[in-house]
Structure formats: structure tokens, C-alpha cells
């Protein structure tokens, strides 16, 4: 079946890289993809992958795929306060909608 | 590019009341577009695919004719939630794929019913 998983929180001190982790099921997800929420607004596209692909780095940002383990990672380079928010981590196998995990809540210390 | 906009952002109605949810595409055709609900502090949760000019496809355990879904054309899908209960109370997000690149998703609306 489909399932993503994610820690569900990290906190980290402003300045240091912040490493959120995901790991999925389906293998035949063509991209996978990360998201941003911040409190009472919709997702935003921070960045995503092709399956095909190791590293993509986009500046502060950087996805890491280990398509053996399924396993995903986002780094947030220089962590500042207005990163605070919810990551969501999705995978599309097939052609149906995205599948989330829980998200995790990144809190940033000043 | 890709932006989609959704309406209204927050709402507040009484029971037993319905509620129209917008969601539009702005710079694109959506031929599919989703709509997601999501409890607090928690991930979003697939209702149903609108697809335009034909039937949604509801995910199991949503009902139908509760949360109505129109794709009348290639930009625009509503969602509208009948007869509304404090149950329903939520906060609803759309969503539209943009090719490859990846799901735009609209800026969400604030259910409250009272």
C-alpha cells in the first residue's frame, strides 16, 4: 500500500541546517516532492525530485533520494526563524493524487 | 506561473446551512483538480477528484452527496458542503496538477460552522 512517513518534529537553533527525513513505499512514484505549510495556509511547492535523480540541491535547499532505501531528505541550509513551519513530504505513484505523510513541524530557535 | 486561488479564505455558518468553496486556476487548465480536508495538526486528507465535464470520484468513507463537487470548466472547481454540521468544521484545500513539475495547491479555506 501507499505510506509516508516522517518524524513528526525537529527543532533547531537559527543559523544551523536542519535535516527533515521521509521514507515511502511505492516505488513507481516518477517525483517525489516537498512541501511547505505555514499556520493557516495552504501548501506550498518548496521543491521536488525526479526518481531518477540522487541530489538536487536548490539554493538553502537540498533533496537528498536513496531510491534503494526509499528514503527522502530535505536540508535547509542556514535555518532562519521564517522556515519555521510544517514539512510535508509526498510521493505520486502512478498517476493518482499525491500521498502525504503527517508532516513535520519544524521549529526554529532564535 | 500556476497559481491557483481559492474562496473564500475563512467562513463561518450555522448549521444546517450550505457553503460554496471556489478553487481556480489562474494561468492554466485543470482538467483534474483535489480537494483535501485537514484536521488540526494533522496531514491532509484526499476527498475526492474533481475532473471537468464528468462525475467526481470520491474517496471511501466521503459522502457524496454531502460534499458536492462541480468542474464545470477547465479553471474552475467548487466544492459545497450541504447542510452543514459543526463536524464539518475543517479547513479544506484544493489542489490542481501543473504538468510534471508538480501540484499547485490553493491558500485554503477556514471552515467554521456554529
Known amino acids: 500500500g501507499e505510506d509516508v512517513e516522517q518524524s513528526l518534529f525537529l527543532s533547531v537553533r537559527e543559523g544551523d541546517s536542519s535535516v527533515i527525513n521521509c521514507t515511502y513505499t511505492?516505488?513507481?512514484?516518477?517525483?517525489l516532492y516537498w512541501y511547505k505549510q505555514e499556520p493557516g495556509a495552504g501548501l506550498q511547492l518548496l521543491t521536488y525530485i525526479f526518481s531518477n535523480m540522487d541530489m538536487k540541491q536548490d539554493q538553502r535547499l537540498t533533496v537528498l533520494l536513496n531510491k534503494k532505501d526509499k528514503h527522502l531528505s530535505l536540508r535547509i541550509a542556514d535555518t532562519q526563524t521564517g522556515d519555521s513551519a510544517i514539512y510535508f513530504c509526498a510521493e505520486n505513484p502512478g498517476n493518482t493524487p499525491l500521498v502525504f505523510g503527517k508532516g513535520t513541524r519544524l521549529s526554529v530557535i532564535a | 506561473g500556476a497559481v491557483v486561488s481559492q474562496h473564500p479564505s475563512r467562513v463561518i455558518c450555522k448549521s444546517g446551512t450550505s457553503v460554496k468553496i471556489e478553487c481556480r486556476s489562474l494561468d492554466f487548465q485543470a482538467t483534474t483538480m483535489f480537494w483535501y480536508r485537514q484536521f488540526p495538526k494533522q496531514s491532509l486528507m484526499l476527498m475526492a477528484t474533481?475532473?471537468?465535464?464528468?462525475?467526481?470520484?470520491?474517496e471511501q468513507g466521503v459522502e457524496k452527496d454531502k460534499f458536492l463537487i462541480n468542474h464545470a470548466s477547465l479553471t474552475l472547481s467548487t466544492l459545497t458542503v450541504t447542510s452543514a454540521h459543526p463536524e464539518d468544521s475543517s479547513f479544506y484545500i484544493c489542489?490542481?496538477?501543473?504538468?510534471?513539475?508538480?501540484?499547485?495547491f490553493g491558500s485554503g479555506t477556514r471552515l467554521t460552522v456554529v
Open positions: 511505492d516505488s513507481s512514484s516518477t517525483y
Open positions: 489542489s490542481a496538477r501543473r504538468g510534471e513539475g508538480g501540484y499547485t
Open positions: 474533481s475532473n471537468e465535464g464528468s462525475k467526481a470520484t470520491y
